[in-house]
């Protein structure tokens, strides 16, 4: 059964340098997606880049074995009603989990504690979603702007038309992580959730770089890579529910694209040099990144 769910969630690709994976943003009909795919070609560092196994350049066998170039439903580039559903369904429990499980409330707490020397912190949330973290921030913090953003047209749409759409210290946009229509330094803070994995190598290098271009520090919240033993075991205990719900269909493909700590000091490192990394985080609690020029 495992090894049926797992083919079907393509697990065991070895490696992600998944045209599939760069197809997402290239269906979009991202401009920069086409740009990627052409320099994968036509160049040595984002050829490389693309290569590189979730796990990093170090990864063990059995780590390079835990990828999928499989796309989670919040990726699939569908109007079909059915997909449109899934995906809100899915971003409607994540909402709904981050409030259950208080991890919107230790995210805020992280993003604040990035801002506590700063006054009147301006921060842009990237891959907002359902915007909990950008509500929780302009309840904690009376004086922060936020700039709410996500790439999907129906999730921005949906939290414009929401609270967070009529905040008078929010602005909520449509926007790239990957190609931030903004000046450098505009903000103190960047902060993209739960959101890192979803893109492939050479893209991820992109978001870093226009992470810190844009902000002062950008906060990277993401799934921990733990080591391959535990790594299985965490699938194994989401596998039996992925067939059924969409949630934690997202959730074993997150676990098998999320990157360890080596593969983000390898992005980092291909974004720009020099870009200075902060890594924390637990075993089986998420991980947070803290970059800056
Ligand atoms: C798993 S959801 C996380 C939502 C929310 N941040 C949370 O913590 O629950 C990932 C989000 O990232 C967004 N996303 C994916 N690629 C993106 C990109 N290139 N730029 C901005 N957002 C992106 C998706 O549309 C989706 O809303």
Redesign the pocket.
Known sequence: MFELMAADLGAGVVEDHAPRARGALVDRGDEFGWHCFMMDYMTGPLADIDRMPRGGPDASCLDRLLETDRLEY??RDSDRPADVARKRSV?RA??WA?ERFGTTEK?AEIALAEVADVADPKILE?????G??SRKLLDWHPTAHLTT????AA?VEAMADSDLGRHPRATVRQ????AIDAPDGQFDLAVF???FH??PPS?AAR?IAEGTRVAGKLLIIDLPRPPSPLHLLRLATMLPFAPVFPFAH?GVI?SLRTYSPSALRALAAHARPGIELQLRGGLMSPQVVVARC
């Not at 990237?126 to 359902?130: D, E, R, V, Y």
Request: glycine share 12%; charged share 20%.
């Open positions: 919040l990726d971003i994540l909402e981050g995210f990237l891959g907002a979603g359902h909990g973290l953003t996500d790439v999907e999730s926007m790239d992580a990957t959730a739960l959101s979803h893109l893209t978001a997202d997150s």
